[in-house]
C-alpha cells in the first residue's frame, strides 16, 4: 500500500542556515511526487513536483528536491532559508490507479531569527 | 497561486446539524478532490469528482455526507448531522486531469467548528 512518511515532526533552524526535510515514500509503480507548504490558517501550496526527468527539481522560492529510487526518498532542501519559511510542510504521491493522492503527516518548520 | 475559491471560511454548527461547504475548481479543472485534514495534520479523502460524476468516496462520505459538482455551479459538500469529530479544515482541491502527473491546486479550506 502507498504511504508517505515524514519523520521529523518539527525542525529548527537558524535563519541563513541550510534546510532539509527528510520524505520517504512507499509505492509499488511509478511514484508522482509532491511537496507542499501550509501556511497558518490557509491552504496547501504547491512547492515542486516530480514524475520523470531529472530527479533533481527546482520549486518555488529557492526550494528543490531530489528524488532518490534506491532510497525511495523524495528530500526537500533550500540552501538558505527566511524567516518567512516557517510553515509546515507536507511530501505526498499520488497514485495511478485511482489518482488519489497520500499526505504525510507533515514537519513544522520553525526558522528562528 | 491557486484559484480555487472555497467558502466559507469558517463554519461552526451544532451537533446534529447540517454543515454546507462549496468549492469553485480553477477554470478549466474538471476533477475535483474533497479531503479532511485533522488537528493532527492527518488527511483522509473523502470524495472526488470529474465534471459532474463521482468517482471514488469513502464509506463514511457515502452515509453521512452528500457531494455534488453540479455543471455551471459550485460544488458542495454538506454533512447531513453534523458530529464532534467532524471539526476538521475541509479541504477542496482541483486538477486537470485524472493523469497523476497533473497537480493538485487546493483551495484555502473551509475549517469547520462542531460544538
Known amino acids: 500500500a502507498q504511504s508517505v512518511t515524514q519523520p521529523d515532526a518539527r525542525v529548527t533552524v537558524s535563519e541563513g542556515a541550510s534546510l532539509q526535510l527528510r520524505c520517504k515514500y512507499s509505492?509499488?509503480?511509478?511514484?508522482?511526487l509532491f511537496w507542499y507548504v501550509q501556511y497558518p490558517r490557509q491552504g496547501l501550496q504547491l512547492l515542486l513536483k516530480?514524475?520523470?526527468?531529472?530527479?533533481v527539481v527546482q520549486g518555488v522560492n529557492g526550494f528543490e528536491a531530489e528524488f532518490i529510487k534506491s532510497n525511495s526518498s523524495f528530500h526537500l532542501r533550500k540552501a538558505s532559508v527566511h524567516w518567512s519559511d516557517s510553515a509546515v510542510y507536507f511530501c505526498a504521491v499520488r497514485e495511478n490507479s485511482n489518482n488519489r493522492i497520500f499526505f504525510g503527516d507533515g514537519t513544522q518548520l520553525v526558522v528562528k531569527p | 497561486n491557486s484559484k480555487v475559491i472555497q467558502t466559507p471560511r469558517y463554519l461552526v454548527k451544532g451537533q446534529g446539524q447540517k454543515a454546507k461547504m462549496r468549492c469553485i475548481p480553477e477554470k478549466g479543472h474538471p476533477v475535483v478532490f474533497w479531503y479532511q485534514q485533522n488537528k493532527n495534520n492527518e488527511f483522509k479523502f473523502l470524495i472526488n469528482f470529474q465534471n459532474q460524476e463521482v468517482l471514488q468516496q469513502i464509506d463514511m462520505t457515502e452515509k453521512r455526507f452528500s457531494a455534488e459538482c453540479p455543471s455551471n455551479s459550485p460544488c458542495s459538500l454538506e454533512i447531513q448531522s453534523s458530529e464532534a469529530g467532524d471539526s476538521a479544515l475541509y479541504l477542496c482541491?482541483?486538477?486537470?486531469?485524472?493523469?497523476?502527473?497533473?497537480?493538485?491546486?487546493f483551495g484555502a479550506g473551509t475549517r469547520l467548528s462542531v460544538l
Open positions: 482541491a482541483s486538477s486537470l486531469s485524472r493523469a497523476s502527473q497533473n497537480t493538485l491546486y
Open positions: 509505492y509499488s509503480g511509478t511514484p508522482y
Open positions: 516530480y514524475y520523470s526527468g531529472d530527479p
